[in-house]
């Protein structure tokens, strides 16, 4: 069972990414404030849950929650940047789009770049722990796989619509074939390195 909050304040929100191991495509974040003591039978961390499923709960979480936002960070920013500060760019975007002060933010992981003079606590596996994390999880997974198919569209070569820019076998058989594109990340690892003999 997840808990519905952690510091006490109605206006928690759950802060969560998702796209850090990627190859291609941006880093998404999601920030929610669910109402307090809110409680959903099926909610939960969106890697455990089906594609219909999370679909099923992006649409509830839209429908339920005080305030909800989505935030991403470039290919571009993350190749300039670096995937940590990326990250937390992504975060903050996500809280600045909320459209409501949250009082205390829950961050999944294990770091987090302070957002204005909001207190905030980091969870390790926080999505399966608190229901708030929990649905930033589903928002950010949902708008992201999203966002790779209609992506994949306009770049078929790399199965974008399956893996959303993970590296799997199909991306770099792609990437080894057709080369990057600009939704590649250039200061990622693209092709693992050949042996010298």
């Not at 997840?2 to 206006?11: E, K, P, T, V």
């Not at 994390?133 to 966002?147: C, E, F």
């Not at 893996?163 to 939704?183: C, F, M, S």
Request: glycine share 8%; aromatic share 8%.
């Amino acid at each position: 069972m997840l808990l519905s909050n952690h510091s006490g304040h109605a206006l928690e929100a759950g802060v969560d990414e998702v796209g850090r191991g990627c190859l291609a495509g941006p880093v998404v974040a999601a920030a929610v404030i669910l109402p307090f003591n809110y409680t959903h039978a099926f909610l939960n961390d969106s890697k455990t849950l089906s594609k219909k499923q999370r679909e099923l709960m992006r649409l509830d979480i839209e429908k339920d929650a005080v305030a909800w936002a989505v935030g991403a960070a470039s290919p571009a920013e993350i190749d300039e940047a670096n995937i940590l500060n990326a990250t937390y760019m992504a975060m903050h975007r996500a809280l600045e789009k909320l459209g409501q002060e949250p009082a205390y933010l829950l961050v999944d992981g294990n770091r987090f770049k302070p957002y204005r003079q909001v207190p905030h606590s980091c969870m390790v596996k926080g999505d399966g722990r608190y229901l708030s994390i929990a649905a930033a999880s589903v928002l950010a997974k949902t708008y992201r796989d999203d966002l790779m198919c209609r992506l994949a569209a306009a770049h078929p070569h790399y199965g974008w619509e399956q893996n959303a820019g993970y590296p799997t076998r199909r991306h770099r058989d792609g990437i080894a074939r057709y080369g990057a594109t600009t939704h590649h990340r250039q200061s990622f690892t693209l092709l693992p390195k050949q042996d010298v003999l």
